[in-house]
T-cell receptor, first 115, second 111 residues
């Protein structure tokens, strides 16, 4: 149980285009999902907290107009990187909390490369 | 700023030995700490959670401790196996589900 999927697993896009990443909780409902970014050999950095039916809460320094988050249902959150630039290239990972538990279940990640 | 620190140097141990990984925190009072395993190019996998009022937690070959005086958590893998080789992440939360992660420690178990 507690499986989270992400799609796509890898994406290469041209500078200036937008990319959408989906995060789904497959066998449970997630009121809250989280989006992280990870650089090579670095820690996971929380970008935003996504709440179903309301606006996402962004961490300091994360541009909300660049990283659009939509949590349309209890099993789906999407992250759209708008007008992507090479510096947006990174590993993006989502997670979901199971009920009232503090344990987070992570998706397999999406490798974004902007050329 | 809040910080979770883990040993950046890789830990190399022999199969069958106990691996001990360290997590220290500063400017921070986590209500709980979590340990995750991450393999290259993959998302983290939850292993154990320990609350500030718990001294020790065990799960199969895994054991984690939480010392609020030392501001430290230790993560042990007993009878280590080559399959345990991975990066292990420590994460803490002062409230709710918002986690602060350490950079992780690479564990290499040699047969």
């Amino acid at each position: 149980g507690a499986v989270v999927s992400q799609h796509p697993s890898r994406v290469i896009c041209k500078s200036g285009t937008s990319v959408k990443i989906e995060c789904r909780s497959l066998d449970f409902q997630a009121t809250t999902m989280f989006w992280y970014r990870q650089f090579p050999k670095k820690s996971l950095m929380l970008m935003a907290t996504s709440n179903e039916g309301s606006k996402a809460t962004y961490e300091q320094g994360v541009e909300k107009d660049k990283f659009l988050i939509n949590h349309a249902s209890l099993t789906l959150s999407t992250l759209t990187v708008t007008s992507a630039h090479p510096e947006d290239s990174s590993f993006y990972i989502c997670s979901a909390a199971l009920g009232l538990s503090y344990e987070q279940y992570f998706g397999p990640g999406t490798r974004l490369t902007v050329t | 700023s809040q910080k979770i620190e883990q040993n950046s140097e890789a830990l190399n141990i022999q199969e069958g030995k106990t691996a001990t990984l360290t997590c220290n925190y500063t400017n921070y009072s986590p209500a709980y700490l979590q340990w995750y395993r991450q393999d290259p190019g993959r998302g983290p996998v939850f292993l154990l959670l320990i609350r500030e009022n718990e001294k020790e937690k065990r799960k199969e070959r895994l054991k984690v401790t939480f010392d609020t005086t030392l501001k430290q958590s230790l993560f042990h893998i007993t009878a280590s196996q080559p399959a345990d080789s991975a990066t292990y992440l420590c994460a803490g939360s002062e409230y709710g589900n918002k986690l602060v992660f350490g950079a992780g420690t690479i564990l290499r178990v040699k047969s």
